[in-house]
């Protein structure tokens, strides 16, 4: 069902709201024992799937974590929940015969999106590949490391979530705690998600992260413009990844994803797919574009192209 | 409600009664089982950072003994088809003895999956009305399905029995034959599914073939059946239980054609991936020759492939098959060989190389160890303890009293020594 439907009409089973009454009332009893400090926690531990949340439930949640975050950042922080918009199918494009393997994309995004920094967890990885065998990812190097880049006789491949369209992470979710928003934006609900990590066997790209450690993120780094489907900060214990900055591109004006902004060269497009005057369109159209594995069959929304 | 308040008053007098022997199993089991405890304990604080997981490599050991695992608990049960083909005498002991090895196995399956999960207090999220399982979409929902359901089947189907055999009166046939009929499906079911998980993912073409399911079940048909032989062994020798060395033999003839097939269906998967040497013979390169310089599970995959070799020759050649010292050593062979296929073998190469090349060698961390030997502890523990009851209701030892509701222990020892094997 998608999304939108769902939350427009409030489908909810009955005997499901009368459970979870009976537990959070068993949860109180539990939480007898201060009380104040773990009514949150309970809260938290007791919300619903992103999807079923009433207007006014929603509304609360947001406001708790503002008022978590802000006192644990020590800086006002903002949660949204920037709804999809009509007519919107986000799609990308990047150049290879442009991108010249410099990560600031990586980084870009590690900012933006308040990915940890440690350890480490990197939305976007940057492939080094070599000419003479082309894309061949059995030969692929993430982790080069010369003086200059781009080095002779390689090119470079920025991976990051393709947006399938047909995507076997969120099939794979053994409770819904992934799925595609009406714009086709593939995104987790941190709060729902168990970690399984079915979802990360299943995608193809190697997108998906995992925080095997609670997050590293400096309160001096925290980005506070934030997205509750997007880059809030994350618990220990779940998935994450690239939402195409869905605190952004949804915004009205949109704007363009972090690691289109940070690169250097113009290597990477964004826009709206359904827009036949957009960019992304015409390089589609008009240039020589590529699926990464399209045998696989996840229609992805993200596209390869060399533009000389 | 009498009735069954004194069964399960007698059942606890009995666990807490027994042989020194007895006595030392069980602590050593709750010791091992309190060092694993302790150890997921820290899991949980740190994070699941503290094992050797990580985004190229997001499964390992925990899920690795999960898939071994469900192989026995299936096999355990489908030894009751051969019971009832051979007309095994004292059919009922043995299937009971195959249903609790499975809710076992079950339990230790299920505490695997915890351990393995990053947010295990969210569990509820899995539970139909309350949460939300993605039913019929995800195979891992799928699993909870089945594997929920096999260990129910084989609580009930084992407590009914036991329960009639303690007030004396042969069980319902009308109610156990078709329960434990229905358990065979439920068990290919089970390994069916597992397989399945795997399977499904294109992005895994280690895990992508559609020989992948027929392999598990021949695999498990070896490794379930070969425990069973060296427990049948045990109990014998132990207890006053009696199985007849024919039965065992006849277990381990079955040994030999599954794990022929098993052999047959791997070479069908190797030829295939190096005679057509797609980029998808990457991860079997890895598995069995390393790539790229990446060789740790090189050591494994031979040490299985001869363990297992060794195995079906002994298996197969009715002398050394009808000789305990050979048998014995065949079953641990095969036990340790399908152990790293169907667990290491099976996990790691599925996501080593990763999907964009990359290779990282995975190694399980001693918290992962811990956790895991806690794990075996505890399944090894719920088995003991249905033992200790179910051996006594078999042998007649504790049974109900004249009276109808009080129990008769007559058993306290458990473990009793034999006179033959006290010289
Ligand atoms: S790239 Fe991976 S994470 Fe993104 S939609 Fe496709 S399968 Fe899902
Ligand atoms: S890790 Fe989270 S999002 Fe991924 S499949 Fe499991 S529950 Fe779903």
Not at chain 1, 150 to 156: A, K, L, N, R, V
Not at chain 1, 182 to 187: A, M, N, T
Not at chain 1, 237 to 264: D, L, M, S
């Amino acid at each position: 069902m998608p999304d939108k439907e769902t939350r427009e009409q409030k489908v909810f089973r009955l005997s499901r709201r009368k459970a979870l009454k009976s537990l959070a009332a068993a949860a109180g009893a539990l939480a007898l024992p201060g009380k104040d400090a773990s009514a949150s926690f309970w809260e938290s531990f007791f919300q619903k799937n992103f999807r079923e949340l009433r207007k006014d439930e929603l509304q609360k949640i947001l406001a708790r974590m503002e008022r978590e975050y802000s006192a644990q950042y020590g800086k006002p922080v903002k949660v949204k929940a920037t709804p999809p918009r009509e007519g919107v199918q986000y799609g990308y494009a990047l150049d290879l015969s442009r991108c010249i393997g410099c990560r600031r994309c990586v980084y870009g995004c590690v900012k933006e999106n308040n990915q940890s920094r440690d350890p480490q967890i990197h939305w976007i990885r940057v492939l080094q590949l070599n000419k003479e065998k082309g894309v061949d990812l059995e030969e692929a190097e993430q982790y080069y490391n010369p003086a200059k880049v781009p080095e002779p006789g390689h090119f470079y491949m920025p991976v990051q979530c393709h947006m399938c369209k047909n995507p076997p992470c969120t099939k794979v979710c053994p409770v819904q705690a992934t799925w595609t928003e009406s714009d086709g934006l593939v995104v987790v609900d941190y709060n729902w998600c168990i970690g399984c990590r079915y979802c990360m066997a299943a995608c193809p790209y190697g997108a998906r992260h995992f925080n095997w450690k609670k997050p590293g993120l400096p309160a001096a780094e925290l980005n506070p413009d934030t997205h509750i489907l997007g880059n809030r900060p994350r618990p220990v214990g779940v998935v994450e990844k690239c939402t195409f900055c869905i605190q952004r591109t949804r915004e009205n004006p949109g704007r363009y994803p972090a690691c289109v902004e940070a690169c250097p060269v113009g290597a990477r497009k964004f826009g709206n797919l359904l827009d036949p005057d957009s960019e992304i369109r015409y390089i589609i159209e008009n240039k020589r574009v590529f699926i990464l594995k399209e045998d696989l069959n996840t229609q992805p929304k993200f596209f390869y192209f060399y533009a000389t | 409600m009498k009735m069954i308040w004194e069964f399960f008053k007698g059942t606890l007098v009995l666990v807490f009664r027994g042989s020194k022997a007895y006595y030392a199993w069980v602590l050593g089991l709750l010791l091992l089982m309190a060092a694993g405890a302790a150890a997921y304990v820290y899991q949980i604080q740190a994070g699941l950072i503290v094992t050797a997981m990580r985004d190229q490599v997001s499964w390992g050991f925990y899920i690795s003994n999960f898939t071994f695992l469900v192989g026995v608990a299936a096999a355990a049960v489908l030894l009751v088809i051969p019971a009832y083909v051979y007309h095994w005498k004292p059919i009922k002991e043995i299937a009971v003895l195959g249903e609790m090895l499975a809710v076992s196995a079950m339990v230790m399956c299920l505490l695997f999956v915890t351990v393995d999960i990053g947010r295990p207090e969210r569990f509820w999220h899995l539970i139909p009305k309350i949460g939300i399982l993605n039913f019929p979409q995800s195979l891992l929902a799928w699993d909870v399905v089945v594997l929920n359901t096999y260990l129910v089947l084989n609580l009930v189907i084992a407590v009914f029995i036991l329960y009639n055999l303690y007030h004396r009166r042969e069980p319902n046939k009308s109610f156990t034959t078709p329960l434990i009929l229905f358990s065979i499906p439920a068990a290919v079911s089970i390994h069916t599914v597992t397989a399945f998980l795997y399977n499904g993912l294109g992005a895994r073409p280690f895990w992508n073939a559609s020989i992948l399911a027929p392999r598990f079940l021949a695999s498990a048909f070896c490794s379930g059946p070969a425990f069973m032989i060296m427990l049948f062994q045990v109990i014998r020798k132990y207890t006053k239980t009696e199985i007849k060395d024919e039965a065992i033999f006849k277990v381990a003839e079955l040994i030999a054609y599954s794990m022929f097939l098993n052999l047959f269906l791997l070479g069908a998967e190797v030829f295939k991936e190096y005679y057509s040497d797609t980029i998808h013979l990457a991860p079997m390169k890895y598995l069995f020759q390393g790539l790229h310089g990446h060789s740790s599970l090189v050591p494994y995959i031979w040490t299985a492939m001869i363990f297992n070799v060794t195995a079906f020759i002994l298996f197969l050649i009715p002398k050394t098959r009808e000789n305990f010292v050979t048998l014995n050593i065949g079953c641990v062979l095969i036990f340790i060989g399908v152990y790293i296929e169907k667990g290491m073998g099976l996990v790691i190469p599925g996501l080593a190389p990763d999907v964009l090349g990359e290779i990282y060698d995975y190694s399980p961390t001693g918290i992962e160890f811990l956790v895991t030997i806690g794990i075996w502890a505890t399944g090894l523990f719920v088995y003991t303890m249905l033992l200790r009851v179910a051996i006594p209701i078999l042998n007649g030892d504790f049974h109900v009293g004249e009276d109808g509701v009080t129990p008769v222990i007559a058993d306290q020892m458990f473990i009793l020594q034999r006179p033959e094997s006290r010289g």
